[in-house]
């Protein structure tokens, strides 16, 4: 598979040619990883915004999201960086019909839809796009399915955090009297524990997680109102066991600016003549940066965008299509003399 | 990518039709793997020694090797479980001209000089082989090549155990006095916690591992003596801090008969502007029954194989060729549904 490849990049220095639609901190994660790949180069930044108002962490091109399609002939995969609620759905398909795309869609239930009109766009112009690229849906999603091919008498666990869920935030935000709040989303250590120990309990989310507010209150507004509020707010906090913090702004500044997460996958399964051994898949994630680890998914899989589209491969595809040895810069040897 | 194999199969309740060659425990792993396959049978186990004294674990017609050829086209996809000092180095090659293999080829510094002569088998052949296939190489070497893909700024550490070194069991047994031994390999917690602190520790093989033996002695052997030559025996014990406990045959068969094997990969990793976050990428296995486990990963690429095969790959490929897809029982539409 890696032979089209090599042969038509062979005796060049080309460099894979990428282009950013949307620089938030997903867009910028996205500019710090291409910066770390010697074998791509960042042509543009895309923006809805007014080009001269975008400052890039390094320089760059910065083109109104009206030029882009005078870009189509030097951008060989363009990185789509706005959000699953209401830039991903709209955007993918548009933009994979003129280019090869990779997203990071990350709204799990509607996903079959968004692949739909994505496979249909990408078919139509002759692309290759991706979509629902990053951690979950991502590297977790790969790691449920390889325990689950591996091990299909068994029982899969997805945990998440400790992280910030912006969702979470968000609404307690939209609370009146809040000015300012961030959550964290916290496994429960004792089912974890019991997961590991093969004892396949049933979980629900409210009983794998805790959900723990930082929030800053406007001046004079009620505090015990603002917490009730919190804990009773449906499917947000409701089943959930919850603990509020009031904080100040300063300290909300100082010790919860980050935008750390992670979480675990496991599968636990059995084998032997009667599924007399069991054994324990685990895949975990500690990331500082959410959204620049979700970029350095997202990079890594531009790169097998790249080299699926030179190979002829048309349409929409998932992480599950794609051989991993396309992710890496390596060539094949070098691959399997250094980490088979 | 699925679609040829879907069609190829569509209408027809044709399982795929697997033989084993070699019917030790990682053989008989295979046999209760294919049980828990719905899409698969066992049609042969095939062996180099008199049939009607191989015991299967359940009903399935034993064959000598040396009628094997005669059953090309009764079988989609041989499974070489032999050993990788002496066996598969002639198998896969042997027979990856007349068939589709897999095998579980597992000794890293001659992967390349295996894979090689596999290439070539194969390819003259018109077969697909794949070798290495297993937890370490196989899982392990998947996530190095996934984490590595992502942070390319970062450092890999692989941890073994806590589990059974067959190479190190045998070492010891070969010891004169010594009537029989088990040596589990053991990660050292403080490496491991240094690594997932982000310290990035240099660490040797032997300051990531004890090793821990059980020893039954002859009657009347000199323990002090064992002890010395078990410590102090080159590349096998003597970099590593070694206990070494004397026990009774019945403390052995009792307390140490299961295979139990697993470790841990991790990579650390820096994003951002500067390198300003670090993230952890661990990936761990605790295997009740080491063989059995390689077993489910060598069935799982199996099915991988007879597809590839369909779709008409040719040659000799490794884990990292293989999209995730191919390894699922699964229509793509339930994959992204259920587990993307």
Redesign the interface.
């Given at each position: 598979?890696q032979h089209s490849y090599e042969s038509v990049r062979e005796g060049t220095e080309m460099k894979i040619r990428i282009a950013i639609l949307g620089y938030g901190n997903l867009g910028r994660?996205v500019h710090?990883?291409i910066r770390?790949?010697a074998d791509m180069e960042l042509v543009a930044v895309c923006t809805r915004r007014a080009p001269e108002q975008v400052e890039t962490?390094w320089d760059v091109p910065v083109i109104h999201v009206d030029e882009l399609m005078a870009w189509q002939d030097k951008i060989d995969v363009l990185v789509l960086c706005g959000g699953s609620a209401t830039d991903l759905p709209g955007q993918t398909p548009c933009y994979a019909r003129h280019f090869n795309v990779v997203d990071s869609f990350d709204t799990?239930a509607r996903?079959?839809e968004h692949?739909a009109a994505v496979e249909e766009a990408a078919g139509q112009g002759g692309k290759t796009a991706m979509i629902?690229v990053g951690w979950d849906?991502g590297?977790f999603?790969?790691?449920?399915?390889?325990a689950?091919?591996?091990?299909?008498?068994g029982k899969d666990y997805t945990f998440w955090g400790r992280g910030v869920s912006q969702g979470h935030s968000d609404a307690i935000r939209r609370i009146k009297g809040v000015r300012d709040a961030r959550q964290y989303t916290i496994p429960i250590q004792s089912a974890l524990d019991s997961v590991?120990r093969c004892e396949n309990p049933e979980l629900s989310t409210a009983q794998k997680h805790v959900r723990e507010c930082f929030v800053v209150p406007e001046d004079g507004s009620d505090l015990e109102q603002i917490e009730k509020e919190i804990k009773t707010m449906p499917n947000y906090f409701a089943d959930y066991e919850t603990t509020v913090h009031f904080i100040t702004q300063e300290e909300l500044d100082r010790d919860h600016a980050g935008i750390p997460h992670g979480g675990l996958v496991l599968r636990t399964?059995y084998?032997?003549?009667c599924g007399e051994?069991?054994?324990?898949?685990?895949?975990?994630?500690?990331?500082?940066?959410n959204p620049?680890?979700t970029?350095?998914?997202l990079v890594?899989y531009a790169?097998a965008v790249h080299r699926m589209h030179l190979r002829g491969v048309v349409g929409c595809k998932?992480?599950?299509?794609?051989?991993?040895?396309d992710?890496?810069?390596m060539t094949?040897?070098e691959?399997?003399?250094t980490?088979?």
């Open positions: 598979m994660g710090c990883a770390q790949n962490v799990h996903i079959p692949f629902s849906p590297m999603s790969l790691n449920r399915l390889y689950s091919a591996i091990l299909p008498q590991r399964g084998t032997g003549a051994h069991s054994h324990v898949v685990e895949y975990s994630l500690k990331l500082d940066s620049e680890f970029a350095c998914v890594a790169r998932t992480v599950f299509d794609v051989a991993p040895a992710l890496s810069p094949p040897e691959m399997r003399r980490l088979l």
